[in-house]
């Protein structure tokens, strides 16, 4: 009783002992890739950390999924789906350093890992927002134009002239001209993918 954390989205920590499974999983964390040579019990506490964050997000729970993908990174800090998560959950936190860091490192390994086009494109996104919140206009501008150039313009037209995080930004003409070439993109694919 009376443990406290930073690291908490609610301030308290709770100590136990780690399971065998999990005691075993730790000590093999740098040996460990995400989907290849995981034991199946790796594979699965992975798995449900980012179920139950991305769960919290969906809820608004930041501060749950920013634990939850922390967990997720501190088991496997090559997994990009849990760095973009994370990177999610701290812009939502209005931690824009961590997000520009969190979302940077999943960029990176998604180069080197191929990683899907919506998937990259939500990564870029989710970096301009972050880099919207710290002032960083023309670095928002450019991971804008990144995102919708990794193939982002159909799930992403609408959401660039609601989004909070993008508002600081909003009346550049830069910005409009991104929101321009998003809807344009869409709609061309759109006619051609019925």
């Known amino acids: ?55 919290s997000l969906h809820r608004g729970d930041y501060g749950g999924a920013r634990d939850q993908f922390r967990l997720a990174v501190a088991y496997d800090d090559s997994n990009a789906v849990a760095l973009l998560g994370l990177g999610v ?17 999943a960029i990176d390994l998604s180069k080197s890992s191929r990683a899907p086009a919506a998937l990259v494109a939500q990564m870029y996104y989710n970096l301009a927002c972050a880099e919207s919140q710290m002032g960083q206009r023309r670095e928002a501008l450019a991971s804008l134009r990144e995102a919708i150039a990794a193939g982002g313009s159909i799930q992403l037209a609408d ?13 550049d003409p830069e910005f409009r001209r991104i929101v321009s070439d998003a809807k344009l993109a869409r709609n061309k694919q759109q006619r051609y993918d019925p």
Not at 89 to 105: C, Y
């Open 1 to 55: 009783e009376g443990c406290r954390s930073a690291a908490s989205s609610d301030g308290r920590i709770v100590l136990r002992m780690a399971t065998d499974a999990e005691a075993q999983g730790l000590s093999k964390k740098k040996s460990l890739s995400a989907g290849r040579g995981q034991p199946a019990s790796a594979a699965r506490s992975i798995q449900g950390w980012l179920e139950v964050g991305q769960a």
């Open 89 to 105: 959950a701290q812009t939502k936190l209005k931690d824009a350093q961590g997000a520009v860091e969190s979302l940077g490192r």
């Open 159 to 171: 959401e660039l002239e609601t989004d909070p995080d993008l508002i600081p930004i909003r009346s």
